[in-house]
T-cell receptor, first 116, second 114 residues
Framework: AQTVTQSQPEMSVQEAETVTLSCTYDTSESDYYLFWYKQPPSRQMILVIRQEAYKQQNATENRFSVNFQKAAKSFSLKISDSQLGDAAMYFCAYRSAKQAGTALIFGKGTTLSVSS | DTAVSQTPKYLVTQMGNDKSIKCEQNLGHDTMYWYKQDSKKFLKIMFSYNNKELIINETVPNRFSPKSPDKAHLNLHINSLELGDSAVYFC?????????????FGPGTRLTVT
């Protein structure tokens, strides 16, 4: 079975600085997707970024980028120029590409606080 | 326009009652899900439906029954509610034909059983 591990329960960063959230996963599959979701206090789950396992290039979405190391099964999220609105819980998630209806497998989350 | 909506957003009820949570998506997706987020914020899949067919039925008590009347709706009915059912329940949807696979979440329903 696949597992996702986020080893940092809490992280903090100052405004305008850069922070990296870690995620490792375990799978025997070769075709899968990885995601980062943000959950602010409003509890809405917001998709931040996604990465296809077959792509070597790291995904980027504005201030958010990932470092995807397939062999090491590592998928970290870098937030550049941090803003107060980035404060939230961040979840790393894995999804098999094997069949339709496959669920996301989540890590336990990292709470990010941003100070001014 | 809300992409994935859930009603109600808050539900407070007593032990032993039966309740339903409704979910609708207007994204034209073919797959829908129910996730449970516990008090420690851990998210876990409960059910998934693809084109109204049950795909995932995780080990949840059979007091929980999903119903998908059509591809745009997935409801969750819970019988004989227990204290341990208190949690946030999220509905999500995705388009699994082609290679999209992102799941989009509803706002969640906070269920409190007293």
């Amino acid at each position: 079975a696949q597992t996702v591990t986020q080893s940092q329960p809490e992280m903090s960063v100052q405004e305008a600085e850069t922070v990296t959230l870690s995620c490792t996963y375990d799978t025997s599959e070769s075709d899968y997707y990885l995601f980062w979701y943000k959950q602010p206090p409003s509890r809405q789950m917001i998709l931040v970024i996604r990465q296809e396992a077959y792509k070597q290039q790291n995904a980027t979405e504005n201030r958010f980028s990932v470092n995807f190391q397939k062999a090491a099964k590592s998928f970290s999220l870098k937030i550049s120029d941090s803003q107060l609105g980035d404060a939230a819980m961040y979840f790393c998630a894995y999804r098999s590409a094997k069949q339709a209806g496959t669920a996301l497998i989540f890590g336990k989350g990292t709470t990010l606080s941003v100070s001014s | 326009d809300t992409a994935v909506s859930q009603t109600p957003k808050y539900l407070v009820t007593q032990m032993g009652n039966d309740k339903s949570i409704k979910c609708e998506q207007n994204l034209g997706h073919d797959t829908m899900y129910w996730y449970k987020q516990d008090s420690k914020k851990f998210l876990k899949i409960m059910f998934s439906y693809n084109n109204k067919e049950l795909i995932i039925n995780e080990t949840v008590p059979n007091r929980f029954s999903p119903k998908s009347p059509d591809k745009a709706h997935l409801n969750l009915h819970i019988n004989s509610l227990e204290l341990g059912d208190s949690a946030v329940y999220f509905c999500a949807s995705s388009q699994d034909r082609g290679y999209s696979y992102e799941q989009y979440f509803g706002p969640g329903t906070r269920l409190t059983v007293t």
